[in-house]
């Protein structure tokens, strides 16, 4: 049984920076693609960044610039890299995978993954 287990969150000031990471195991084979998605109390769940197994990526246009998705295959740890943290980034993050997807770019819809962690609880203050 695949498991996504979100970390890393925490309470920081407006400028800050954070890193979440997200361990993952028991995938019979690797997924194609791989994202984090944040959801705010009474938004929708949107997508923040995305990486295809190619290298390709994709991000939300108000997260340009300012996180970096990456992975590390051999620990099969996804992280999220957040720097110039605004208080509108405050809201759960969640990571997610799914065995098929589009590689160019990769997905930032939500409907398009299928595996999903329980979340890290990610707070900016101004």
């Known amino acids: 049984q695949v498991q996504l287990v979100e970390s890393g969150g925490g309470s920081v000031q407006a400028g800050g920076s954070l890193r979440l990471s997200c361990a993952s195991s028991g995938y019979t084979y690797s997924p194609a693609c791989m994202g984090w998605f944040r959801q705010a109390p009474g938004k929708e769940r949107e997508g923040v960044a995305a990486i295809a197994n190619n290298g390709r990526t994709n991000y939300a246009d108000s997260v340009k610039g300012r996180f970096t998705i990456s992975k590390d295959n051999a620990k099969n740890t996804l992280y999220l890299q957040m720097n110039s943290l605004k208080p509108e980034d405050t809201a759960m993050y969640y990571c997610?995978?799914?065995?098929?997807?589009?590689?160019?770019?990769?997905?930032?819809?939500?409907?398009?993954?299928?595996?999903w962690g329980q979340g890290t609880q990610v707070s900016v203050s101004s």
């Open positions: 997610a995978a799914t065995y098929g997807c589009s590689w160019f770019p990769p997905p930032l819809s939500k409907n398009s993954f299928g595996l």
